[in-house]
């Protein structure tokens, strides 16, 4: 009896351990999804008691100041995003939700209270993946759709500073549209690809980190440790990043 070929086995395996990632990753996907829609009454009713604001109104003072801020602050990736000239505008930011699309695809909307900056009361910043007939793992980005900021007049010099800060201001990054395989020379698309998957990590983060474990960053506040992770060495960062940011 012939002994199979082990590289033959081997591939065969690679094959299957291939689809089976594939389809764990669909897996946790979907389930994610399934979380979130099942408990949206209970994150509109987190954020409205810790920011104070439902829709329109500001229903009362804010038992924990800054919360939203605070949480994108925290969190490891995210807070390399919250640059000195996003701090005053992200004080109005009172939730951030989640739009689920075909597949992959999501949304992240930013809702705000009215402010000094800009007009804008929602945001939105759309992800896009590609579409294969055969199972993949995790899938590539294809574009990614960020909304208009409508600066207001007493803050256009702000808006430039953000839009020279590039990928290193939160609004920038809000603001963001690009479409894979856009680049017309080798050196636009090195820079497109890094900008397209640092936009694409830092949404996931925002999703699957800063949204659901919003009050765990905040959990100090209740007397409890919670995702204190790199703390220490947060303020040092932030010392570092800000000296390094643009003078305005």
């Not at 094959?15 to 999804?33: M, V």
């Not at 605070?70 to 995003?81: G, M, N, S, V, W």
């Not at 900021?149 to 808006?159: P, R, S, V, Y």
């Amino acid at each position: 009896m012939a002994t199979a070929d082990p590289k033959t086995a081997l591939k065969a395996l690679y094959d299957k351990e291939s689809e089976l990632n594939a389809q764990w990753e669909r897996d946790i996907h979907e389930a994610r999804k399934k979380h979130y829609e099942h408990n949206k009454a209970f994150y509109q009713r987190r954020a409205e008691l810790a920011t104070g604001w439902s829709g329109d109104t500001q229903t009362h003072h804010a038992p924990i100041v800054d919360f939203w801020l605070t949480a994108l602050r925290k969190e490891h990736e995210i807070r390399k995003l919250v640059t000195k000239p996003d701090l005053g505008p992200l004080k109005s930011l009172i939730d951030i939700r989640i739009e689920w699309l075909e597949g992959f695809d999501y949304v992240l909307v930013f809702h705000f209270a009215p402010n000094e900056y800009f007009t804008n009361r929602v945001m939105r910043k759309e992800f896009y993946y590609e579409k294969t007939a055969e199972p993949t793992g995790e899938p590539s980005p294809l574009e990614m759709r960020g909304d208009r900021i409508h600066w207001k007049k007493n803050h256009i010099l702000q808006a430039e500073c953000h839009a020279r800060i590039g990928t290193r201001s939160f609004f920038a990054f809000v603001s963001r549209s690009l479409v894979y395989g856009d680049a017309q020379t080798a050196e636009e698309e090195t820079a497109e690809d890094a900008r397209m998957m640092e936009d694409f990590e830092m949404g996931e983060s925002i999703r699957d980190c800063v949204q659901p474990y919003a009050l765990d960053f905040s959990s100090k506040v209740f007397g409890v440790e919670g995702n204190t992770q790199g703390e220490e060495d947060e303020n040092v960062e932030e010392d570092e990043e800000e000296s390094d940011d643009m003078d305005w």
